[in-house]
DNA sequence: GGCTAAGCGAGACGGTACGTCAAGTCTTGCG
DNA sequence: CGCAAGACTTGACGTACCGTCTCGCTTAGCC
């Protein structure tokens, strides 16, 4: 009932999230400051410190309040269809703001901060590589896939392009360099054997 | 006369260039510091300043010293054989030390560096790509390849999936993985339509 | 039932006093906390705080109770031998540990906290000049001392060389010292007039 | 030729003095903070630090350039006036703003800063009892002091009652008192031998 | 003897300042 | 005149306490 009341614990988390999201839109990831978090988000240093180990795991974190849901599979049948749809709406994620470029900035974080990699494949990329093997599973077993397709290397194989585009080249991650992906890896690299 | 000569121009580079690699080996690129670079190669801040406008363009020099030739391309007639033969010797530089853990730490720099985004491409891995793409060539012309094999994307249908595991999941990049990848990649993801 | 009984009232008081005078001795008034006090005494930082408004009254309270009784002046008839008596017990007080450190320090805290300056005065220093007053009232009265001697100057007279001694030089404060003092202050800075 | 010359050295060090008296008198001694020095004086925190290892040791030579000059002493022949003379012009300094705050609070410092307490007797206690004594020497060699007379106890005896008056009792310090304490002490305590 | 009100420990909270570090700019004086 | 040396302002770091506050638990005191 009080005009200003002073909230405790998850208020405080989630203003803190929200906070480090405006800010690192607003002024880019590598000018962020906890510092500046905290005066924005009207909260005390030690309270982000005493949640958060480093400016990476509070940006883990707030990045992955974004998607909590997480990415969803199809399963219509058709497994390279359910694919080009999947990874669409991943790299709709992936490239677009709020999400794109602080992501960007968090895999560039995790190559020098160990936690912050071994969070980031825990809770995004090991869910999500999961989710992947098991469709591809389905399908292989459908006969959908080739029966030798190593199924420990589909995420490498299938994201490995995508995150070339996203951090080393910088070129634009559209749905058309997707479908241009897939049809290869279907197709693969050798000549085809019947003709 | 001084048994410490003041010494000029490209000594002073090289000198500094060096200190950088020593030092981001010894303490890391994260905790690397212009500072401390200037100070332990006797040298002054702007001294360093004058030459390089960031730390990351500063390490992109020191660690292209390392590789001044490049990684050439071998062409013993069989595509798959060379393949593997190139992309071992890239992995071998890409994951050992003292390249790999500053290569990392650049492109990590370079999700927020824009200038340094656009010199690592253009000088490291714009010429690689050029020359996989032109050995591919050869080999497409040869029949080695599938014709219809999309040439603008061998680049990150090959790379994407080594980058993926020594950025992303960082776990060992070794020539066994490299291999399964190549294999995976030459056969197709798709079921073999001769059957 | 518990075997340590949650306490109140008193026993609290004087468990947080005992404390502080504990911390206090260990590593220094100046870096004293009262958070430390709290944790060290298992006392919550609100219970101290409803007793003592700051650090510099908790320390008062704290010191006073080491001396509840205060100074008592002897009365022999000699009032020069009973203010040596009476002034070696002072000193024995306010130069030794515990009281001295802490005593110096309180005084420093009185000098930007009107409040521990007035309560200093009204709980210590009023009632040993009261004291000292009296005593010297009754030996002026016998003719032991001088007429005219001004005895609300007797306290910054007597008093006035120890504490510089004390707080500005430093040096030890000995019972040698304070019965040069008294021998310089009972024979006068003057030429005897008798010759 | 610059419109805002970055200044060095002697300019930058006179202009954090200057700041930290003006600072010191607005908000008192207790709550200045160096950061609000730098703040204020417009220099960075690590400018001040590589000057002064703490607070105290800051205010001393802040207070100590308000009196480079020191407080000298008259001979006119007539030790009582010209002790009397030096007191009062000593006690209009101690006493009076802005020294007299400032050098209460530096006292109280010297309470937990061995340092403070050191140099303050070395550059301040120290020359004027060096001056009271010579001074008191040449009275007593002229005869206008008692030959017994202790000259090293002088500067206790004398100043001893002024700084308890200034920090225990916290009383005005006015020339009137300080007439009488003179008075006083050239009497002496005890009854006239003559009689 | 059960109920309520207060005291209490614990510690989260918004703040302020600490003392350190490095960034990038500048000045000085050597060679 | 390029250089090393390093002083300088700025800004952020991560820590320590401040004094206020909320949270449940315990204990007294009053019905």
Redesign the interface.
Known sequence: MSDTPRRRGADRTEAIMRTTLELGQEI???KLSIEAVAARAGAGKHTIYRRWPSKGALLLDSLLSLNEAGLDYPDTGDI?ADLRVQIHAAVDLLAGPPFGPLF??L????????QV?AA??ERF?GPQADKTVARLRAARDQ????????LE?A???L???????L????EPLTHEYVD??L????????????S
């Open positions: 880019g990831y590598a390279a960007r900035a895999i560039g974080e995790a190559q020098h901060e160990p990699a980031l494949n990329i006969g959908q896939l080739s029966p030798q397709f190593d290397l995420m490498a194989i994201s490995g392009p995508l995150y070339f585009q951090l080393i080249t910088q241009r992906i049809d290869a890896l279907f197709t693969g690299i050798g000549p085809t054997h019947a």
